[in-house]
C-alpha cells in the first residue's frame, strides 16, 4: 500500500489556515455512506468495568467507532477512549475490553447514553496504539501524566485536566476552521509539517467527528508545541506584505497568488509515492471488511485503515516522531 491509496477518487479544497496549523480538505463526488457514526441517533454508548466501553448499534447500518474516540462526561463515572477503531454490527452491540480509563481518580460507570464527542490528544495516539491489545483499564495513565506535566498541569492520568484547562483556547481555534461541502477529512500541518491524515466514509460522517479531530486531537498539539517551540511562520505559508501596495484590486492579486502558492505547498508535501506498511488486524467485523494497522520505521507514521471490499473507507494516519 502506498499513502497515494489514501487519497484514491478524492480532490482536494482550498486550504484553510490559522496560525500554525493549516488544514488541506479532502472532498469526494460520491454521495455514499454506508456508516453510522457514533453520534447519529440510535447509537448508546456505555462502561460495564474499568477499561471495558459498550456500542450498542440501533441503526440499519453498521457503526464506524474512529480509532481514539474519548468520552470526557459530566456525570460522576470514568472517562473512557478506545485504543483502536471499532465496527459494531447493525442492531447489534458489541464490547470493548482494550478501552482506556482516562481520569484516573474518577469511580462510576458511564450510563447508556449518547455523548459529546471527543478525541485523544495527538501526543496520547501513539502510546494508546501501540497497547491496543492490552487489556489493562489504566494503560495509558503514565503518558496521560507526562503530557500534562509537559504543560504545566498537575502530573495525573486526567485527559480532562488538560480539555478544562484549555478550553478557551481550543474553542477559539477550532472557530477558525469550518467543514465545507463534499469534505470527507483532511490532511493537517502543523508549523510547515505534515503530521496526520483523516478520511472518513461520507460527508455525514465527517460533519459529526470533524471538530474532534481538529479540536482536541490536532488542536491539542498546537498548545503542545507552542510551548516547545518558538512562534515563528510555518514555511507553508506566504504573508503579503501591504506596504508597498497600491490599490485594491493589486491587493486582491496578492492575495490570490499567497493563496495559490499555499496550496501548492502543502500539496506538494504529501508523500504520494512512499511506501505504507500495514498489518492486516487478524479478525473482520464483517465480511468484505479488513482493518489494517500501519507503523511506518522510515517516517514514523502510524494509524489505522478500514477497507471494505478493497477499497478505502477510513484511514486515521499521523507522525509519531512529530513529537
Not at 464483517?286 to 522510515?298: A, M, V
Amino acid at each position: 500500500m502506498q499513502f497515494q491509496d489514501i487519497f484514491q477518487n478524492l480532490e482536494f479544497g482550498p486550504v484553510q489556515s490559522a496560525g500554525w496549523m493549516q488544514v488541506l480538505p479532502l472532498l469526494s463526488q460520491n454521495s455514499e455512506n454506508g456508516f453510522s457514526a457514533p453520534s447519529d441517533k440510535g447509537i448508546l454508548v456505555s462502561t460495564l468495568d474499568y477499561g471495558v466501553l459498550m456500542f450498542e448499534n440501533n441503526t440499519d447500518q453498521p457503526l464506524l467507532v474512529p480509532c481514539h474516540l474519548a468520552y470526557v462526561v459530566k456525570q460522576r463515572a470514568q472517562d473512557h477512549a478506545m485504543a483502536h477503531l471499532g465496527v459494531v454490527k447493525a442492531h447489534q452491540r458489541q464490547v470493548y475490553k482494550t478501552a482506556m480509563c482516562i481520569q484516573q481518580n474518577q469511580i462510576g460507570y458511564i450510563s447508556p447514553g449518547q455523548y459529546e464527542l471527543r478525541m485523544l490528544p495527538l501526543p496520547l495516539r501513539p502510546p494508546a496504539l501501540a497497547k491496543q491489545y492490552e487489556r489493562d483499564f489504566k494503560k495509558l495513565w503514565g503518558e496521560i501524566s507526562s503530557f500534562n506535566r509537559s504543560l504545566g498541569l498537575q502530573e495525573m492520568g486526567h485527559v480532562e485536566f488538560f480539555f478544562h484547562h484549555f478550553r478557551r483556547e481550543l474553542n477559539q481555534f477550532i472557530a477558525e476552521f469550518e467543514c465545507i461541502p463534499k469534505q470527507v477529512g483532511a490532511a493537517v500541518y502543523i508549523r510547515g509539517k505534515l503530521v496526520g491524515i483523516e478520511r472518513t466514509p461520507s460527508h455525514h460522517y465527517w460533519q459529526q467527528v470533524w471538530q474532534a479531530i481538529l479540536r482536541d486531537c490536532y488542536g491539542s498539539y498546537t498548545i503542545y508545541a507552542s510551548k516547545k517551540w518558538t512562534q515563528k511562520m510555518p514555511n507553508t505559508r506566504f504573508p503579503i506584505l501591504v506596504n508597498n501596495i497600491a490599490s485594491i484590486e493589486e491587493l486582491e492579486q496578492k492575495l490570490q497568488e499567497a493563496n495559490q502558492n499555499e496550496q501548492k505547498a502543502v500539496e506538494n508535501l504529501l508523500p504520494m509515492t512512499e511506501e505504507l506498511p500495514t498489518t492486516q488486524e487478524p479478525t473482520s467485523p464483517l465480511p468484505k471488511l479488513q482493518i489494517y494497522t500501519t507503523s511506518s520505521p522510515q517516517n514514523s507514521w502510524q494509524g489505522q485503515i478500514l477497507l471494505q471490499n478493497n477499497k478505502i473507507r477510513y484511514a486515521s494516519l499521523f507522525r509519531k516522531n512529530t513529537f
